[in-house]
């Protein structure tokens, strides 16, 4: 497995990064990490159907259809072993938002059209369907999170932690449960392609919140992270693609840990 992620296109980090060294360590490592994986196909290509045209909105929307089916499917399963019924949350690919979003009084999963658009500007044409399936699996982990009464109150009062570092917690459990899930599913049918872990490490990566201001133009202000850094997200999401289950998911503490780092 190549462990230079600056070799895939998604965000263009090579331009937006100036590729820190700590990051591309990391990755590397964490590559290395879940090279066990396996793998339907070879790295994504331009001609493989695992790399999707973004103005193919169609398409888009089929894959993300797909991707949620994928984990209620498998989210019921694991919900039926400590006997409770899973409630399918709704997918909804028509209201606008800031970006993909979960809205727990309503149990619905929001990507919005213009984040097909976004993701034109960072990703050129193309983007790989794991990272479509990352997104979706991630903003349905909040969904899991919301059944399960996971929420900023009750972290802050049960941990005594600030507000924005159960935020952080938040997005970093969701990170590995996004993770976890596509492990679980690609172990029962495999459709990894070479590339696919790192793809959604990157994905992740790219939405730290260390990353997020820096290409807004900002310094790195820790005290407004509610996401958690880079490698932060990244972490999680590497932790996830070693499990298989909810009930390997690790403790909130060492979620709290990895958002103080």
Request: glycine share 4%.
């Amino acid at each position: 497995m190549s462990s230079g992620w600056l070799d895939n296109d998604f965000f263009n980090f090579a331009e937006i990064l100036r590729a820190p060294r700590r990051l591309n360590n990391e990755l590397t490592r964490l590559a290395l990490a879940t090279s066990k994986i396996e793998y339907a196909g070879p790295t994504v290509t331009h001609d493989t159907p695992a790399r999707i045209e973004l103005s193919d909105t169609e398409h888009v929307k089929r894959v993300l259809e797909a991707a949620i089916k994928l984990t209620d499917d498998f989210l019921a399963d694991e919900f039926n072993k400590i006997g409770r019924t899973y409630e399918i949350p709704h997918l909804d690919l028509t209201t606008e938002t800031n970006g993909p979003v979960y809205f727990p009084n309503t149990k619905r999963v929001v990507i919005p059209p213009r984040f097909f658009k976004e993701l034109q500007l960072y990703a050129s044409k193309y983007v790989e369907r794991i990272t479509l399936m990352y997104v979706v699996a991630h903003e349905t982990a909040h969904h899991v999170q919301n059944l399960m009464g996971m929420n900023e109150n009750v972290l802050t009062f049960e941990h005594k932690i600030e507000k924005n570092t159960a935020f952080s917690v938040l997005e970093l459990h969701a990170d590995c449960v996004a993770g976890m899930m596509m492990n679980a599913l690609n172990r029962k049918k495999t459709f990894f392609h070479k590339g696919d872990p790192i793809n959604m490490m990157v994905t992740a990566a790219a939405l730290g919140d260390d990353l997020i201001q820096l290409r807004g133009g900002l310094t790195v202000n820790k005290a407004d992270f509610k996401h958690g850094t880079a490698v932060n997200r990244m972490t999680a999401v590497a932790r996830g693609l070693m499990l298989t289950s909810l009930a390997q998911l690790p403790s909130t503490k060492e979620f709290i840990a990895i958002a103080k780092q």
